[in-house]
Structures are given as structure tokens and as C-alpha cells.
């Protein structure tokens, strides 16, 4: 008995050996990983601007090398002169490099829309997970406070926190973060009511893991992808509302370069050197339009009910 036992055990290792597909290794994980980026690129061509991003990112953590000149210094022989192989874009009313200015003017964007969108994301996302897996009298006060600032536009209520915290680059983040909370909250607490509801995470509340456990491990990775795709797309409008306020004068104070500070000072000598608003007008436009089209193409690409979503980690076996 114990003989045809173990000839019975052998069939069987035999047969999951030969049906259970090897575990691919960290070469074949890194070549699907690329084939997947080159089908991305093949098939979408919104993932070409991607390599638009990517130059203003260069350009913003290497301005110092890359700038012709200093982007805050004052040269009075030269005001107000048009484009020339010296100054690609001209120069200001102070004679200031436009194209120095617009190339650390996107250090500015970028980092104010970065961290606000990580800021205002975490911050939500914690609210979001507290209010769906609390429930009771935490869920409908965090709903209230939501809704609440939900019924403000997002530009109007950065504007009045601005202006109550005093014009500055950090207020100003500080305002855009705020004003970012209800969003991922709101999303971060639809999506946790639906996963707190599964099976798995009932076992593992029955079992007795810690609540931080269970958020962490069984309910954040299943909604990162839904607030992955709102950053990508919100980080944008977010860019552009630092644009707007400090165009007003509430976010950075001069002589700091940056794109709405710079269309600001260009609207007075737009009938007469309007190429003093071209260089950093233009460059909002590509920017913004580069991060919508990527971040339409992420939610594409992150939606299960694609049908031609390509795992990243098993091998073409093609």
C-alpha cells in the first residue's frame, strides 16, 4: 500500500512538473517588461508623449547647466529685444533671457504640481480609507466635510485660501493640496467599500489582522490603479491653476521666474513685443497637452476591462 502511495505521489509531482509553467527569471521578466513599453508605443501613440515629459523633467532638474544665462539678472542694454541666435525666445522688459526664464520656470510647475498631487492624494486617500472601513458616524462627518468643499470650484477655493495665507510659493501648494483632498477621497472611499466586501478581506478580518494590516495589504494595492490615474490626469489642471494664481499675483513673487509671473509681466507690451508671451504661453500648451494625452493613456492602459493588456510579469511566449 505504501509502495503504490508513493508511485501515486510520483505521478503526481510528475504531472504538476509538466503542466505548471516555469517561474520566468529576472532577464525574461526585464525583456517582457520592454516588449510591453514597445507595444505600448506601437499601438497608442499618446505614449509618445511620454519622451515630452520626460525633456521637461530633464530640463527642470538641469537648468542651472543647460540655461545660456541667468534667468534673474538684469541687463538694461538689451531690453525688450526679439528673438536672435543670443536669445532664442528675446528678452524681457529688463532684459532678462526669456528661454533662461521659461527653462527654470518649469522647475517651478513641475515641483508645485508634484508635491501637491502627492500631498493632497495622500491625505485624501487616508480620509477615504478611514471613512469606507470606519463606517457609522466617522464615514458621514468625513462625507460631509467631502461634499462640502466639493461644492466650491477648485480654482475658487485655492483663490480664497491663497489669499487668506498670504501670497507665497508654499501657500500656494499648500492651497492646491487642500483644494486636491476631496477629489482622492471620494474616489479612495468608493473603491474601499466595494474591496472591504470581498471575501478575503472578511477572512482576514475573522482571523484578527490589524485594520492596518488589512488596509495596507489587502485594500490600498487593489485602488491604487483608479488614484494612480486621477494623479496623472489631475496633475495638469493642477499645474495650471499655479499658472492662474500666480498670474494674479498669489504664488510666486518676482524676481523667481515662472510661467504665469512671466505672462503676467508680457500682457502691458503684447501690441508691441508679443514675443515676450509666446515662449512661456507655448510651453504651458505643450506641457498641458503632453500630460492629458499620457494620463488618458494610463487610464487605457490600467483599465480591466481592456482586452489587450499585456502582463508585465510573465514572458512573451509568442
Do not use: C
Not at 529576472?26 to 520592454?34: F, I
Not at 458616524?137 to 489669499?163: E, G
Not at 503632453?290 to 492602459?301: C, E, H, K, Q, T
Amino acid at each position: 500500500m505504501a509502495v503504490s502511495t508513493n508511485v501515486y505521489d510520483e505521478e503526481n509531482n510528475e504531472n504538476r512538473a509538466r503542466f505548471t509553467p516555469p517561474t520566468p527569471t529576472l532577464l525574461e521578466r526585464w525583456r517582457a517588461g520592454w516588449t510591453t513599453i514597445v507595444q505600448s508605443f506601437r499601438r497608442d501613440p499618446r505614449w509618445w508623449f511620454a519622451i515630452v515629459l520626460l525633456l521637461f523633467i530633464l530640463a527642470a532638474l538641469f537648468a542651472p547647466w543647460i540655461s545660456p544665462y541667468s534667468p534673474t539678472l538684469y541687463h538694461p542694454a538689451i531690453t525688450a529685444q526679439g528673438p536672435s541666435a543670443a536669445h532664442w525666445l528675446g528678452t524681457d522688459a529688463l532684459g532678462r533671457d526669456q528661454l533662461s526664464r521659461v527653462i527654470y520656470g518649469t522647475r517651478i510647475s513641475l515641483s508645485v504640481g508634484v508635491v501637491t498631487i502627492f500631498i493632497g492624494g495622500l491625505l485624501g486617500t487616508i480620509l477615504g480609507l478611514i471613512a469606507a472601513y470606519s463606517k457609522g458616524w466617522v464615514d458621514q462627518l468625513i462625507a460631509i466635510v467631502i461634499d462640502a468643499l466639493l461644492s466650491f470650484p477648485s480654482l475658487i477655493l485655492a483663490l480664497a485660501l491663497v489669499t487668506a495665507l498670504g501670497p507665497s510659493i508654499i501657500n500656494l501648494a499648500i492651497a492646491l493640496a487642500v483644494v486636491r483632498i476631496p477629489i482622492y477621497a471620494r474616489i479612495s472611499r468608493g473603491q474601499t467599500l466595494q474591496i472591504t466586501t470581498q471575501d478575503y478581506v472578511e477572512a482576514a478580518r475573522v482571523t484578527g489582522t490589524p485594520t492596518w494590516k488589512i488596509l495596507l495589504r489587502h485594500v490600498f494595492p487593489n485602488i491604487f490603479s483608479p488614484l494612480l490615474v486621477q494623479a496623472t490626469i489631475s496633475i495638469s489642471l493642477t499645474i495650471l491653476d499655479e499658472t492662474v494664481l500666480s498670474f494674479l499675483g498669489l504664488g510666486v513673487q518676482p524676481p523667481t521666474p515662472e510661467w504665469g509671473t512671466m505672462i503676467n509681466d508680457a500682457q502691458q507690451y503684447l501690441p508691441t513685443d508679443p514675443w515676450m508671451m509666446v515662449g512661456p504661453a507655448v510651453t504651458i500648451i505643450i506641457l498641458l497637452i503632453s500630460m492629458n494625452l499620457l494620463g488618458d493613456a494610463v487610464r487605457d492602459r490600467l483599465d480591466p476591462r481592456s482586452q489587450d493588456t499585456i502582463s508585465l510579469s510573465t514572458p512573451n511566449q509568442s
